[in-house]
């Protein structure tokens, strides 16, 4: 499991990830507006859009909210909001893709630089780290009491593409046109899906030091606290007990 999924899966564990829970009405808000835009306003028929509709759902978003949030899109409502991604390096070399969803990319173009320049970091051009990650689709299961080979042979015969787990939960890997498949192959077997949705998955990871690592995870932290952010990813390798410790702190 990447290095920054476990981070942020240790913080949700540990209660540290209030200010981000939060933000999770805003950014759900944000991915359905965009989603609906970009498509049919027919879940059915747009993938993007039942994907949103599902996350709304993990983070209990009344279906009121959702259908209002679908009415404005089609409506032309928000037509300022855009997505944006920018690209950068942290410290001890890691590379980081920050989305962002905005109604005014100087404001937020201005944030990006204070956050990276006062933060060990450099924020780069389109394209400086992009190249070093995939799009994926990532399934995340409930590990309970199952049995790792069982829920392997499931997701491969579904047509994934790789898994990895960590003690509470395993991480399944698609092709970005393969999610939708794997994800019903899982659900008809029986098996609890957490969440399911796109990532940028790093090729290979940097390997980041104890004495490092509290700079790069203040950075990427205070990436995702910023407004306009809807997803950071970043190809950082940090040892899970000095995940744990920091967490603690």
């Not at 009121?64 to 300022?80: F, L, M, Y």
């Not at 790789?162 to 008809?188: G, N, Y």
């Not at 205070?222 to 950082?236: C, G, I, S």
Request: net charge negative; hydrophobic share 40%; glycine share 8%.
């Amino acid at each position: 499991m990447a290095g920054h999924s476990k981070w942020h899966n240790i913080r949700i564990r540990k209660g540290k990830q209030d200010a981000v829970k939060g933000k999770a009405f805003t950014r759900v808000s944000r991915e359905i507006l965009m989603a609906a835009r970009s498509g049919s306003s027919d879940p059915e028929a747009n993938f993007r859009l039942k994907m949103a509709i599902a996350k709304a759902r993990e983070v209990n978003m009344p279906m009121s909210n959702v259908e209002r949030i679908i009415e404005k899109a089609t409506g032309g409502g928000d037509s300022s909001m855009e997505e944006l991604i920018y690209e950068g390096y942290g410290p001890a070399g890691v590379a980081l893709i920050v989305e962002v969803t905005t109604d005014n990319r100087n404001r937020t173009a201005a944030d990006m630089r204070v956050i990276f320049s006062k933060n060990g970091g450099n924020l780069g051009e389109t394209g400086c780290v992009g190249w070093m990650f995939d799009k994926r689709g990532v399934i995340t299961v409930h590990r309970g009491k199952l049995e790792e080979e069982q829920v392997l042979e499931i997701a491969m015969e579904g047509g994934a593409l790789d898994m990895s787990s960590d003690e509470e939960r395993f991480e399944i890997l698609t092709e970005p046109t393969d999610l939708h498949q794997v994800k019903e192959a899982l659900e008809k077997a029986g098996l609890k899906v957490e969440s399911a949705g796109f990532s940028m998955v790093p090729r290979n990871g940097v390997e980041v030091s104890r004495e490092d690592a509290p700079a790069v995870l203040k950075l990427v932290d205070l990436l995702e606290d910023q407004d306009d952010v809807q997803q950071v990813y970043a190809n950082f390798l940090i040892p899970d007990e000095v995940l744990e410790e920091l967490a603690s702190a």
